[in-house]
């Protein structure tokens, strides 16, 4: 019977093509070359290739049954039936590259529906969400597509949460309106849609969530990708400084001077008293570990909640006060 393409690619008979399209892209990226160096990755990487193609090409067999070589001949012999036979001839890099618009997925974070972002850095420039939806994928056939037609600019929308829905993470649904082709493929209606967006805990302002190709269509264009830029909401009480949060705590002079304790609020709800005995000059910061927001790398671990002193000095002191503070303070 030959390879089984549905196997190769983990999956069972029957599944859909975008089941198919979802397991080429987790193995792709899992099997490329120039992401895993281990011994077998680059022949395993072709194979997903192969199997890719077997099942999403124009061959009708493979598509059907997953099977390199096709069915078996009928009859004794193989005599009484067609013999169908399928040769992968492509390039696993050029699929690779088309299958992912021309893109550099290794300089993208992703965010998939599993919860696996193994493929992030440290700058959280980009996330492609889900598993790129129902999003069609040209498979250079000879098609127009990609060589007569552009891409939009991306669309970008700011994406508002606050300190506490990055503490914990959040569920934002953004509800767009975009055009959208009618089956003549000339015509065009509007049509609403919910793109739903998963904060992850400690997201730092600035990460883009990209949903590619959401923009409007139209018989001549390649729809944008719609981009929302997540922005950090003003707090009443808190300053965000990456992952750490800043609390500025208002104390008299006196205090600074003679010590004092401080009722340190925190992002859940708790208050932490902070006993102070040394002398608190202004802007001074002493630092609370692990009450900041969480890393995005590592949620498990958290920044610093930092307490920034600013002292209050009074409008006007009795005359008998200063002399009774030159003979106290220093000069």
């Known amino acids: 019977m030959g390879k089984d393409y549905y196997r190769t690619l983990g999956l069972s008979r029957g599944a859909s093509g975008e089941d198919v399209r979802r397991a080429y892209r987790r193995q792709a990226l899992r099997f490329h070359p120039d992401k895993n160096k281990e011994p077998g990755a680059e022949e395993r990487f072709k194979e997903v290739a192969e199997a890719y193609d077997g099942l999403t090409g124009t061959f009708p067999l493979p598509l059907l049954l997953g099977l ?20 992968f001839r492509g390039d696993p890099h050029a699929m690779f590259a088309e299958f992912f618009d021309g893109r550099n997925p290794f300089d993208t974070f992703f965010v998939q529906r599993n919860g696996d972002d193994e493929d992030g850095d ?15 994928f040209p498979r250079g056939r000879g098609g127009a597509e990609g060589t007569c037609r552009k891409q939009d600019p991306p669309v970008l929308y700011d994406l508002k949460v606050s300190l506490e ?19 003549d493929g000339k015509t065009v209606r509007n049509e609403d849609k919910i793109l739903t967006i998963e904060v992850k805990r400690g997201w730092k302002e600035g990460t ?8 409007d269509q139209t018989p001549n264009n390649i729809p944008a990708d719609v981009v929302f830029v997540l922005k950090d909401k003003p707090h009443g009480v808190f300053r965000r400084e990456g992952s750490d949060i800043v609390y500025p705590a208002k104390i008299s002079l006196r205090e600074a001077l003679c010590g004092c304790t401080v009722n340190t609020p925190t992002l859940d709800g708790r208050t932490i008293p902070m006993v102070f ?9 002493r ?20 307490i920034e002193f600013e002292v209050k000095f009074p409008d006007r002191i009795p005359p008998s006060s200063k002399t009774l503070l030159e003979q106290i303070l220093p000069v």
């Open 122 to 136: 440290d700058t959280f420039t980009t996330f492609h969400v889900g598993g790129f939806g129902s999003v069609g």
């Open 277 to 285: 005995k040394d002398v608190l000059k202004p802007g001074v910061k």
């Open 208 to 215: 883009k969530i990209t949903f590619p190709k959401e923009g």
């Open 165 to 183: 829905e990055i503490y914990s993470g959040c569920t934002k649904k953004m509800k767009i309106s975009h055009k959208r082709l009618n089956p």
């Open 68 to 87: 390199k070589g096709g069915a078996p001949t009928s009859g004794p012999g193989g005599s009484n039936g067609p013999t169908f036979t399928y040769t």
């Open 287 to 306: 630092r609370i570990p692990g009450e900041g927001l969480p890393y995005p790398r590592t949620p498990d671990q958290r920044g610093d909640l930092i």
